[in-house]
């Protein structure tokens, strides 16, 4: 997939796809703000909204694909989406999920977008929080939305159109990293938690890669390069895609194609058929088949 070539992000994913629920997006607004309210409406953070979930509510966090998400919220709702849900009847789920679905509801109205994997620096003071943004073609250029957070006073930008600087992806953050402008310890999911770190913005190098090449896989899945340390990890590996990576950002349509060609003959850059899925809840990891969506 060519990131400088808007027309590419308006078809659906696999990831995107609504399948059999595709008409409950032919009534939502197709207006960013209109947009994502309905969104903030069908999903509850599992970390951040207030609600502590256990047993099979928990592991709606696993909904990898939106035809799940929506067949989830139909089952339990069984409403026009934009019907208020009360919080505890809403999806659980992250910010890949509020970003997944507006992706979706957008791309289902023709309009491009995409997610776009990276750190937040306005969640706390001196800590950069693993993030997950929406990205929306206007027709003249690629708008930034944080589709979680509600607009308002509360933040000191816009999240219906944000300002670099606000969001950095995790390319420009492991460079960063590299040159030692940026310390490690300052990004990850949780100051009071160890998934922070060199490794982890690492990690989430192959994230944003797979997520603009259409993989939007969840944050805790693992394959291929990736790694829990940086000993032994190809760095010079992730030094060329992130180098990459951020030139594109930056309208380089050769470095897109080059990235494009290697995402799709290099098995260390792309999931495959398999994938690993860890836990947020610390349960054993399984292998989950993306052509069946079976966990073998």
């Avoid at 995409?114 to 929306?136: L, T």
């Avoid at 899945?221 to 190809?234: F, V």
Wanted: charged share 20%; with cysteine.
């Amino acid at each position: 997939m060519n990131h400088n070539d808007p027309a590419q992000y308006a078809v659906q994913s696999a990831y995107s796809d609504p399948g059999a629920q595709a008409a409950l997006f032919d009534a939502l607004p197709t207006d960013i703000p209109g947009l994502t309210a309905v969104i903030r409406n069908l999903v509850i953070h599992y970390r951040g909204g207030g609600i502590e979930f256990t047993g099979d509510r928990y592991d709606e966090i696993n909904h990898r694909w939106v035809s799940a998400m929506l067949a989830t919220d139909q089952r339990r709702n069984g409403t026009p989406l934009a019907v208020p849900r009360e919080p505890f009847d809403r999806i659980v789920g992250c910010c890949r999920d509020y970003t997944l679905l507006t992706v979706s509801a957008l791309r289902h109205k023709g309009i491009p977008a995409r997610s776009r994997i990276g750190f937040g620096s306005y969640f706390a003071n001196g800590f950069n929080h693993d993030h997950v943004v929406v990205e929306y073609w206007n027709g003249d250029r690629w708008v930034m939305v944080d589709a979680q957070l509600e607009p308002g006073p509360a933040w000191n930008f816009d999240t219906q159109d944000m300002e670099p600087g606000w969001f950095r992806s995790a390319a420009e953050v492991w460079l960063g990293y590299r040159s030692g402008e940026l310390s490690g310890d300052d990004f990850g999911v949780d100051p009071s938690l160890p998934l922070r770190g060199g490794w982890f913005i690492r990690n989430y190098v192959f994230f944003q890669l797979a997520h603009l090449q259409g993989d939007e896989l969840l944050l805790w899945d693992g394959w291929g390069a990736q790694s829990g340390s940086l000993e032994d990890a190809d760095l010079e590996l992730t030094d060329e895609i992130a180098t990459l990576l951020v030139a594109s950002d930056n309208g380089d349509a050769t470095a897109s194609e080059v990235l494009a060609a290697r995402y799709a003959e290099d098995p260390r850059l792309h999931p495959g058929d398999q994938i690993i899925q860890l836990s947020p809840a610390g349960h054993p990891p399984v292998t989950v088949d993306l052509r069946t969506h079976a966990i073998i």
